[in-house]
């Protein structure tokens, strides 16, 4: 069997064509277009309560919220994390595709997707140099916390069910993010 590897720029022009639709729910992986999980109600509440939990970083001007957006990672990588945190810019990145280099923060948030999150996606965002990854785990009630990425992993994890959360000087309790 041959695969056709695409670029990040195929993968745009495909969307651009017409071929991939706006609601597709897709991202490039290692060259692959690859069709996420549906998002469920408790997954998007997770997600509405992490915005709301992370806002005043935006308010502030330390950083910008992108949810559901391209991050390229690498010219043939680029997934659609649920939140990341951005390095902030008064153009809110309108000239591109915010890259690896420009996020703060990623995180997943995972009700059937756990291990596409820690196995496939993780590894790349730690090869991608992201310094942070939270995995919002909606079946278990806990956030995995990665830090310091080494290679294709990150040399501290933890897995936190209550207590805090650290990002930017802004403390986000634990229970405030799991609906």
């Known amino acids: 069997m041959i695969r056709h590897r695409f670029s990040a720029e195929d993968f745009h022009r495909m969307a651009e064509a017409g071929i991939l639709g706006e609601d597709d729910r897709v991202e490039l992986i290692r ?3 690859v069709e996420l999980s549906p998002v469920g109600k408790r997954h998007m509440a997770a997600l509405k309560r992490l915005m709301n939990a992370l ?3 935006q ?3 330390k950083a910008l ?3 559901q957006d391209p991050l390229r990672l690498f010219p043939d ?3 659609q994390p ?4 951005l390095a902030y810019r008064d153009d809110f990145y309108r000239e591109r595709v915010p890259e690896a280099k420009d996020a703060l923060l990623v995180v997943e948030v995972a009700e059937t997707s756990l291990d596409h999150d820690l196995q496939v996606k ?3 965002y730690a090869q991608a140099g992201i310094p942070e990854v939270w995995v919002v785990d909606l079946v278990r009630e806990k956030v995995h916390v990665f830090r310091k990425p080494q290679g294709e992993g990150y040399g501290a994890a933890q897995a936190l069910e209550d207590g805090e959360l650290s990002v930017l000087g802004l403390k986000v309790p634990v229970k405030e993010v799991l609906p």
Do not use: W
């Open 77 to 79: 990588t680029e997934p």
């Open 65 to 67: 919220l992108q949810v």
């Open 122 to 124: 993780l590894p790349l």
């Open 82 to 85: 649920d939140l990341a945190l």
């Open 59 to 61: 308010q502030a001007k």
């Open 55 to 57: 806002f005043p970083l």
């Open 31 to 33: 060259g692959e277009v």
